[in-house]
């Protein structure tokens, strides 16, 4: 049972490039969520999903998209990546009240 | 007010220390309350589950008061081993961010 993967695990943007990343779960669960996280920053809600076709803004969504064509999986697109976007992006996934279930995150720097 | 307030240190402790950490939440409507352990740029790892009766894991005792909206943690006889970001999480059906909310952190570094 693999919970939760990130991939990749690490990435170098150039400013403009674009990329996608992944977020895997294999515990069926209907809800999903990115975050970024900065140094001495807490986490940030990038965009969030509660079901298969669905997807939500949360606290920065600007510079990204999301999709959630298939329940097992969410998306985060950078159109055009800029240095503000270099962070540790981190997926999540819960189902009802339980408690969230982490990928190892990604380490995303645009030069 | 914020939907989950903690108090953000650093608590600076000597091993052996015991030390406290408080979490407060806005939303009457949250339904379950996590502490999770986060080490420097990893993932978030959970510490455990709060419940009403309180719990006890260990080294580790973690309470809830619904009536004033208030998560604890405990932590005796610190090791260096402890040294990590904890952060209260709560779990609010219907909330405005997909239902999870996350406090800012509070660090603890244990020292020698």
């Known amino acids: 049972n693999a919970g939760v993967t990130q991939t990749p695990k690490f990435r170098v943007l150039k400013t403009g490039q674009s990329m996608t990343l992944l977020c895997a779960q294999d515990m069926n669960h209907e809800y999903m969520y990115w975050y970024r996280q900065d140094p001495g920053m807490g986490l940030r809600l990038i965009h969030y999903s509660v079901g298969e076709g669905t997807t939500a803004k949360g606290e920065v969504p600007d510079g990204y998209n999301v999709s959630r064509l298939k329940k097992q999986n969410f998306l985060l697109g950078l159109e055009s990546a800029a240095p503000s976007q270099t962070s540790v992006y981190f997926c999540?996934?819960?189902?009802?009240?339980?408690?969230?279930?982490f990928g190892q995150g990604t380490r995303l720097t645009v030069v | 007010r914020k939907e989950v307030e903690q108090d953000p240190g650093p608590f600076n402790v000597p091993e052996g220390a015991t030390v406290a950490f408080n979490c407060t939440y806005s939303?009457?409507?949250?339904?379950?309350f996590f502490w999770y352990r986060q080490d420097c740029r990893k993932e978030p790892k959970l510490l455990m589950s709060v419940y009403s009766s309180g719990n006890e894991d260990g080294r580790f005792t973690a309470q809830l008061n619904r009536a004033s909206q208030y998560i604890s943690l405990l932590i005796r006889d610190s090791k260096l081993s402890d040294s990590a970001t904890y952060l209260c999480v709560v779990n609010v059906w219907g909330g405005s961010q997909g239902n999870l909310i996350f406090g800012k952190g509070t660090k603890l570094s244990v020292k020698p």
């Open positions: 999540a996934s819960i189902q009802g009240n339980t408690e969230a279930f």
């Open positions: 939303n009457s409507a949250s339904q379950s």
